[in-house]
C-alpha cells in the first residue's frame, strides 16, 4: 500500500495516512504479528512444493519407498504448521482491523462533538454518518488486506519465482516479463476509477441524506400524501450511486480477464520449453511438477494482488474522507487562560454582524447594539429569516460574530471557558430533543448529580412536576428515542426544566412554549418570574401574549433592531410591532410573516 500511495499521489495521502495509522494505537503488536504468521505460513507453503519434487524424484522414480515416508512426513508437518500459522494470523488480525475501525470511530466522534455549528454546516449529517459507517467498514477492509494479504500476495509471489529460480532460471524469466506487463495492466486500470470511488462516496452521502430526511418527516410525507415523490427522490439518488458503481465496477473488473490471460500464456510456455528442457535432462519430471505447482501459487498471489488493489482503491476516498473529519480543527476553541466564572447575566451587543459560512454571504445580523441588564426579562420576536436564531447561537458562542463583539457579564465571550459560558447561558429550543431513557436520566443532562427534589423543583418551575406524577412510573417514565411518548407540550416543558437544572444566569426560550396552551405559557413565565428573579431571561415567540410582560421587547426585522422597548412604547414608537399587534389582535394567529405580506394584510 505504501508504493501505491507514494505512485498515486503526494504530500495529502502521506498527511491522510498518518492520521489513520494514529488510530493503530494499542493494536500495534496484533499489527505486527499478523505479517510474521503470514511469512511463516508462506514459507512453508513454498517448500511444500519443492520437497514434493524430492519424494517424486528420490522416491516415487527411484522406487526408494524410505525417502517417499520420510519426504511425506515432512510434507504432513509442514502442512500442519502452515495451517496453525494461518489460523494465528487469521485471529490476529481480525483483533487488530476490528480494533483499528472502533478507534476510527471513536476518534471521529469525540472531534464532532467538539464541532460549532459552523464545522456541523460543512459537512451534512447524513455525510457524517456514512464516513462513520461505510467509510470505516471500508478502512477495516483494507487494514485487514494490507497486513495480511498485501503481506502474503507478494511475499508469496516473489517467494514462488525465487523457486523457480532455483530450478530454472532459464524459465523463470517468463514470469519477470509476466510480472512487469501486469503490473503496467493494472496501475493504468486503477489510476482511471480512483477517481470514480471518490465520486461514488459522496453519492452515498446524497443517498443517505434522502433516507434520513424521508425518515425524519415521514409524518409530514405521509399527511400530504407524497410518498410517490419521495420514492423518486430516492429512486433518482440510488439509480446515480447506481451508474457510478457500474462504471467503476466494470473497469475494475478488467483486471481478471487480463491477468488470466497473462497467466494462463505463462503456463502454455512453461509446458512447451518444459517439455524440451525434460527430454534434453535439463529438468526432471518432480521439477516441471513443482514449476507447475509454483505457477498456480503465482496466479493466487496475483489475484490476491488484484483484490488488494480493488480495495485500496476504494479505500483510499474512505480514507480521505475519514482524515478529513479526524483532523477538522473546530472554528470555536476554548481560549488560552479562560475566565472559568461569569460574574452575572448581563449581556451586550457592540455593533454586531454576523455572516453564514458558505452562505449568501449577506449578513443575517446587522449592526446589532444591544445592552441588557441582568436579571431582566426580554422578549425578541421577529418574522422567518429576522436573525433570532442567530443572536441566541452567539451569546453560548455556538457562532462566533462577523465583526463587533458579544459581552456576557461584562466580558467577551470569546474569553470564557465553552462549557462554563454554555452552562450558564442555557438554551431551550422550539425543537428540543429528548434521549432514550428515563425521565429523570433527561433532566440530569442539565447537572447529572441532581437530587430527586432539584429535579422536582425545575419540574414545578417549568409547570411540569404534575403531569410527569401522573404517569404510573412518575420521574422513572422511560422516555423512547426522539420523546415520541410524549406530547409537544410536555416535551418543551421538560427541556426547560433540564435546563432550570444548569442554574443559569442567562435563560433563552427560543419559541419553547409554542405547543403550551396559553395558560401554561402565561404559568410558566410567571414561575421563572417569581422564582428566579435574579436570572436574565430571553424569550422569543411569535406570540404578543408571551413577552407583553417583559421588561423590554426586540424587535428585529431582516437582521436589524426596528425597535427595543417596552410593550406599550414600542406600540407607540414601532410600525413594525404596531402592525403585529393588529394582525395578532384580528386574527388571533401567531406572527410570522415578511414585511410586505405584513403591509398587505393591514391594508
Known sequence: MFVFLCLNNNHTKFKMLKTLLKQVKQYKTASLLTPVFIMLEVVLDVLIPFVTAKLIDDGINAGHMPSVYKYGLVMIVMAFLSMLAAILAGRYASYASSGFACNLRDAMYKNIQRFAFSDIDKYSTSGLVTRMTTDVTNLQNAYQQIIRTSVRAPFNLLSSIVMCFVISPDLSLIFIVASVVLGIILALIISKVSKMFALVFKQYDVLNSVVQENVTGIRVVKAFVREDHENAKFWKAAERLYDLNVKAESLMALNRPLMNIVVYGCIIAISWFGAQFVVAGNLTTGQLTSLFTYVMSILMSLMMLSMIFVTITQSLA???????VINEEPDIVNPADALTEIPDGSIDFNHVFFAYKGGSGEYALNNIDLHIASGESIGVIGGTGSGKSSLINMMSRLYDASKGEV?????????????????????????????????????????????????????????????????????????????????????????????????????????????????????????????????????????????????????????????????????????????????????????????????????
Not at 318 to 324: D, E, N, T
Not at 410 to 430: H, I, K, P, S
Not at 518 to 525: E, K, L, M, V
Open 318 to 324: 474512505s480514507g480521505q474522507r475519514v482524515a478529513q
Open 407 to 603: 459581552l456576557i457579564g461584562g466580558n467577551n465571550v470569546n474569553t470564557y471557558d465553552l462549557e462554563v459560558l454554555r452552562d450558564n447561558v442555557a438554551v431551550v429550543l422550539q425543537k428540543n430533543v429528548l434521549f432514550s431513557g428515563t425521565i429523570l436520566e433527561n433532566l440530569r443532562w442539565g447537572d447529572e448529580n441532581a437530587t430527586l427534589e432539584q429535579c422536582r423543583q425545575a419540574c414545578r418551575v417549568a409547570c411540569a412536576d404534575e403531569f410527569i406524577m401522573e404517569m404510573p412510573d412518575g420521574y422513572e417514565t422511560r422516555i423512547e428515542q426522539g420523546g415520541t411518548n410524549v406530547s409537544g407540550g410536555q416535551k418543551q416543558r421538560l427541556c426547560i426544566a433540564r435546563a432550570l437544572l444548569k442554574k443559569p444566569k442567562v435563560m433563552v426560550l427560543d419559541d419553547s412554549t409554542s405547543a403550551c396552551d396559553n395558560t401554561t405559557d402565561a404559568r410558566i413565565r410567571a414561575a421563572l418570574r417569581d422564582n428566579l428573579p435574579e436570572m436574565t431571561k430571553i424569550i422569543i415567540s411569535q406570540r404578543i401574549s408571551s413577552i407583553k410582560d417583559c421588561d423590554r421587547i426586540l424587535v428585529l426585522d431582516n437582521g436589524k433592531m426596528a425597535g427595543f422597548d417596552s410593550h406599550d412604547k414600542l406600540l407607540q414608537s414601532c410600525t413594525i410591532y404596531q402592525e403585529i399587534c393588529a394582525i395578532q389582535e384580528a386574527a388571533g394567529g401567531d406572527f410570522d410573516k415578511p414585511q410586505d405580506d405584513r403591509k398587505e394584510a393591514q391594508s
